[in-house]
C-alpha cells in the first residue's frame, strides 16, 4: 500500500511537470514565443501526431514475453510511451487501456523505441475507427484545456 502511494505521487509529480511543459509548448507553438517578453523560437516537430501526458493503466500482450500490466505516461493518435520495458525493439504487442471515461481502448503496436530503465514508445499499427475517434478527442480535448491554463497563468 505505501509503495503504491509512492508511485502514485511520484507519477502526480512527473505528471504535473508534463503539463505544464505541454502546455507551455503548446502556447510556444501558436504564438511562437515562450511567454511574455521572450525571442521568438522555431520548432520543428518531427512527430506526426500531437502527444499529451497521461496516466493510464495498461495491458500489453506479447507472443514472447506474455501478459504485462503498466502505464502509459503519454498518449497520441499513433501511439503512446509506456513505462517500463519488458519487450525489445520491433515487437508486435497487443494493448487494452481505458480512458477517462472509461471506455476501453484496444489496439495493436509495434515497438519502435526502447529507453532502458524508463519505457518503450510503441506505434498503433491497428486501431478501429471508432476507438481512433476516441483517442483523438481525448488528445485534444486535453491539449486545449491544458493551453488555456497556462495561457492564463502566463497573462
Known sequence: MIEEASLILAASSFFCALV?????????????????????????ERRRFRRVPVLRRVKYFS?????????????????????????????????EFNLIDGYAVRAYAVVRYVMMGTGMGVEFQSVSEEDSARISNFVEGFRAHAAARVADDLK
Open 20 to 44: 505544464k511543459s505541454l502546455a507551455e509548448e503548446d502556447v510556444a507553438l501558436h504564438e511562437g514565443t515562450y511567454g511574455k517578453g521572450s525571442p521568438e523560437v522555431v520548432f520543428t
Open 63 to 95: 507472443d514472447k514475453f506474455g501478459e504485462t500490466n503498466s502505464l502509459i505516461l503519454d498518449l497520441s493518435c499513433g501511439g503512446a510511451f509506456i513505462e517500463s520495458p519488458v519487450v525489445p525493439g520491433a515487437s508486435q504487442i497487443e494493448l
